[in-house]
């Protein structure tokens, strides 16, 4: 689920380089995807037999417009929805996957200033927090089962396809670029390359359940962020942009932007998980070059 997205395209041709077999499902009619659709309940459970592994990355992105209430309906409806039709149906198996990762987002814990969080801290409060606790919360079936299920919770994934870095960098190389706000909000981060190792190395970790940060050990504030992508890009980033001007152009999605945790990668780290990229000038440079 979600292997049409731009961690889910990476992670199914990075299993398939290692000769894994990878079916994938979309919500539309395309070649090589079996369909499911979370709005009807349609998910058929056979398609799950003789599956040892489901990684479900399904949602609609954050950031494409102002959270409305309708959009933030769409928002929860693909990932709690789907998420729940999911492990309802994994949970009806004879023989259920022997893992499922599921995809969440360091949002859980709200904003928290310098305070350094873990797996086990508490969630945060605000729309983020909420929905991610009910997107956890919807894998409860899988894992009732017998199903070893890990919530891995991503920050900010670092890649020039999609998302947030391929948004800022045009704006960057005009020397335009600079800090939202104060900039002292944590932006919990981690390139494409670890992100996927992080999801193959949750596959198989088979003393690894439930909460996972999957984000890199440089804890890096907005204000840190720009600084070094700055350099990266050989430009200056001398703006700011205000609170106010955020929450004027986007409402409640401007607490993306202005929010932010610093979150630590505690279950990896004890694992014994090794990042490519422990840096972000070190990721970035790979990743803008």
Known sequence: MGASGLLGRALCASLERAGVEVQRFSRGSRPGFVHWDPATGELDANCFNGVDAVVNLSGEDLAERRWTPARK???????????????????ELEQPPRVLVNASAVGYYGHRGEEAVYEESP???????????????????????????????????????GGALARMLPVFRLGLGGRFGSGQQFMPWISMTDAVSVVRFLMGAQTISGPVNCVAPEATTNEQFVETLS???????????????????????????????????RVLEQAGFRFDYPRLEDALEAIVR
Request: aromatic residues 6%; glycine residues 6%; contains cysteine.
């Open 73 to 91: 309906r769409e928002l929860r409806d693909s990932r709690v929805v789907s998420t729940q039709l999911l492990a309802r149906r994994l949970s």
């Open 123 to 161: 969630p945060g409060k605000g729309f983020l927090a909420e929905l991610c606790q009910a997107w956890e919360q919807a894998t409860a079936p899988a894992a009732a089962r017998g199903t070893r299920v890990v919530m891995a919770r991503f920050g900010i994934v670092l890649t020039t396809e």
């Open 231 to 265: 350099i990266v890009v050989r430009r200056p980033a001398w703006f700011t942009v205000p609170n106010f001007a955020l929450r004027s152009a986007l409402g409640e999605l401007s607490q993306a932007l202005l929010e932010g945790a610093n979150v630590r990668p």
